[in-house]
Nanobody, 115 residues
Framework: QVQLVESGGGLVQAGGSLRLSCAAS????????MGWYRQAPGKQRELVAV???????NYADSVKGRFTISRDNAKNTVFLQMNSLKPEDTAVYYC?????????WGQGTQVTVSS
């Protein structure tokens, strides 16, 4: 079992920055992929950025060049640095961890970008 706790969401003006953190606990030695997804009101949950344990990353086209995902494997934590935020980035951001075939989600953290 893996537990994920996100932090760092909040309200920011357009053009501003936020940094999200997700700390994993439990059977963390078996975590491979960690990443961030988001869900805006009335929309499906979508990928924002993911990172494998080996360091490879993948980003949604909409955030490339603005968001950066990073991991501290020693602390079982994944971060999402979000710069140049836009109102369309407003959503609940969820941390996700994949352990072999099991998927775990955090409780979500709200990010609101005002215009």
């Amino acid at each position: 079992q893996v537990q994920l706790v996100e932090s760092g969401g909040g309200l920011v003006q357009a053009g501003g920055s936020l940094r999200l953190s997700c700390a994993a606990s439990g059977s963390t030695f078996s975590i491979n992929v960690m990443g961030w997804y988001r869900q805006a009101p009335g929309k499906q949950r979508e990928l924002v950025a993911v990172s494998s344990r080996g360091g490879s990353t993948n980003y949604a086209d909409s955030v490339k060049g603005r968001f950066t995902i990073s991991r501290d494997n020693a602390k079982n934590t994944v971060f999402l640095q979000m710069n140049s935020l836009k109102p369309e980035d407003t959503a609940v951001y969820y941390c996700k961890a994949i352990v072999t075939v099991d998927v775990y989600w955090g409780q979500g953290t709200q990010v609101t970008v005002s215009s």
